[in-house]
């Protein structure tokens, strides 16, 4: 038996595949998301450029000083972040010495055990991020004109609600 066919022969099955392929291109949240990433990323990466910092670099600062001394799986945790990325951007921060790994803490539950690394900002970090605060400013008032007043809610209650489901 022969499947249906388009009024010019063609197997019905393509014009619907392609339909349903067509209808993913316009209708994927993910695509859309990734490209808001993406171009709100670029406005902070090219902000934070003068101060030798990307985006990614300047965010864990920022998460690691909210949450320190903390470990490499509480910082995961937290941004919702592979291993292997969080390994590369931790790397440049440690090496650029705006972080460093603590040797020793105070109350017994907070010593490292030798499965933890405690991580927890330095001078030179904070200075950092007080340096570049007037380019994060100006790069967040760019991403919140390009988002909108009801674009830029709508992003913060997502992560909000994704953040305090880790908690």
Known sequence: MEGAKQSDGQPLVRTVGKEV???IGNTCVLMRTRLISRVITGIYDEKLRPFGI?????????????IEPTTRAKIGRFQHQHRSILTRNLKVI??????????????????PDGRSRPIALT?????????????????QAQAKALLG???????????????????
Do not use: C, H, N
């Open 149 to 167: 007043k009801d674009g830029t809610i709508a992003v913060m209650d997502i992560a909000y609600r994704i953040i305090g489901s880790t908690r």
């Open 21 to 23: 392929i067509a209808d």
């Open 123 to 139: 001078k030179a970090g904070i200075d950092l991020l007080l340096k570049a605060e007037p380019a994060w400013q100006a790069a």
């Open 94 to 111: 440690l090496s650029e010495g705006w972080a460093e790994e603590v040797r020793y803490q105070t109350d017994a539950r907070s010593r």
């Open 54 to 66: 990307g985006s990614a670099q300047f965010a864990l600062l920022v998460v690691i000083y909210q």
